[in-house]
């Protein structure tokens, strides 16, 4: 019998996510706010996790005016059987009318009461209601510096779900680990350790991998070499928020390095897989920082 694979810090992440939108499903609070970079899977855990509790979702994405979001809260404000979900309505953050709607629905004592004061307001409103809805936001990016917007996430669970490079090619790696179709696994390792030698002094996205399997399909179907497609598109990424973060992981790296030496000394297999096990990072990492380390001697 096989035995279960570790879960990697990606989908321990998830895991979290999971069961803070498992308190949102089971009314044990009433709001979640979740930040993230793009493509790190939180829209698809939350409405797995909503389905699997048996929670209706009614989604809102993109655009929605201050209006619209007083009509909505208002057509669910006694809904108990679904969650209101909105999913990358960055426009909602950056309006000072709709956070102060947001406050009122998120927080009140005792009562959850949502007014809207406006001769414009449709006579099919009232100027004033209380909710009981259950809220789950996520967005990529938030907005800084915003005394409205933090009160509104004083009033949720928040979860932030950062990944760095290194998380981001751990899960390249299980993910690529069987290959795909047309790519197979040998193929697919070669891909993500080229994206981990190239991407270095980037920002790697969870996105990037399933376009760079693309790429090498049809390039070498084509009969063409696939790494400057690939490159192009990594040279596209913007750079780590924090060069002093790089250089942390780099001297890690070499730190790691000098202790499998130690333990391994006439062994660079074995101190290679200690290196690997340590870091969750590929045998070429292992390699260029060993590399690094012999310079410097």
């Not at 209706?56 to 209006?67: A, E, K, R």
């Not at 991998?209 to 192009?232: M, N, S």
Request: aromatic share 8%; net charge neutral; with cysteine.
């Amino acid at each position: 019998m096989e035995l279960a694979r570790p879960k990697t810090r990606l989908e321990e992440k998830q895991e979290t996510l999971a069961n803070m939108v498992r308190m949102i499903a089971q009314k044990q609070y009433h709001s979640l706010f979740c930040i993230s970079s793009a493509g790190a899977g939180k829209s698809r855990t939350i409405t797995n996790v909503l389905e699997e509790e048996g929670q209706d979702m009614i989604l809102y994405n993109s655009h929605c005016t201050t209006l619209q979001l007083y009509r909505v809260l208002f057509e669910n404000r006694e809904n108990e059987n679904a969650v209101l979900f909105f999913d990358d309505a960055d426009s909602l953050y950056t309006s000072a009318a709709a956070l102060g709607i947001l406050r009122s629905a998120l927080f009140g004592q005792p009562n959850r009461i949502v007014t809207y004061n406006s001769s414009q307001l449709p006579d099919d409103l009232p100027a004033r209601f209380e909710t009981t809805s259950r809220f789950i936001f996520c967005a990529n990016q938030i907005p800084k510096r915003n005394p409205m917007f933090d009160a509104v996430l004083t009033r949720c669970l928040v979860y932030r779900l950062d990944l760095s490079n290194a998380e981001i090619l751990e899960q390249f790696r299980v993910m690529s680990e069987h290959g795909y179709p047309g790519c197979p696994p040998e193929a697919a390792a070669e891909i993500v350790d080229f994206i981990e030698e190239h991407g270095s002094e980037k920002q790697l996205s969870m996105r990037l991998l399933t376009p760079a399997i693309r790429i090498y399909k049809f390039c070498t179907e084509q009969g063409q070499d696939w790494r400057p497609v690939v490159l192009a598109q990594l040279q596209n990424l913007g750079r780590p928020g924090s060069a002093t973060k790089r250089l942390a992981n780099a001297e890690r790296d070499e730190r790691l390095v000098r202790e499998a030496i130690r333990k391994f000394p006439d062994s660079t297999a074995d101190a290679c897989r200690f290196y690997m096990d340590k870091s969750a990072k590929s045998r070429a990492s292992f390699y260029r920082s060993l590399k690094r380390v012999k310079n410097e001697e």
